[in-house]
């Protein structure tokens, strides 16, 4: 019997707690860690969690998932690259792109689910 293991939510988990990690060492203790800013490093953890879940989502066949978080990823890391407005624009639209269809898709997927379990 095969057993399935949720790890987007550990994935987010940790991605989330060391990014805010990071955060709160640039803010509390020194702003450079290695000599970047440790709140743009923060930010690229968030670039790795969204990579990270696109692949995992990528593994289990949910491809839909998989493109719409590597179009966060790719969104963010356009973003935090961008050297003009159109740039940081184009990342922006991306990033919220793949948000909003993330947003719906889990909404939806969750009713589904709630429905089957409700009628059995």
């Known amino acids: 019997m095969a057993e399935m293991v949720d790890v ?4 987010i988990g ?3 707690v060391a990014a805010l990690v990071l955060y709160g060492y640039g803010t509390f203790v020194d702003e450079t ?3 970047y800013e440790a709140t743009t490093l923060a930010m690229w953890v968030f670039v790795g969690t969204f990579a990270a ?5 990528g593994a289990y066949g949910r491809r839909d998932f998989a493109a719409a978080h590597g179009t966060a ?3 963010l890391g356009v973003f ?3 050297s003009d407005g159109p740039q940081a624009l184009l ?6 792109g793949g948000g909003i269809y993330i947003a719906i ?5 969750r009713r589904e689910l709630n429905e089957a379990a409700g009628s059995e």
Do not use: D
């Not at 990342?91 to 919220?96: A, D, E, I, P, R």
């Not at 898709?105 to 997927?109: G, M």
């Open 53 to 57: 879940v696109a692949v995992f989502h």
């Open 91 to 96: 990342g922006l639209l991306l990033l919220l």
């Open 80 to 82: 935090l690259l961008a």
């Open 105 to 109: 898709t889990t909404i939806r997927v």
């Open 33 to 35: 860690l290695f000599g």
């Open 8 to 11: 987007q939510q550990e994935t």
């Open 73 to 75: 990823a790719l969104g």
């Open 14 to 16: 940790v991605g989330t």
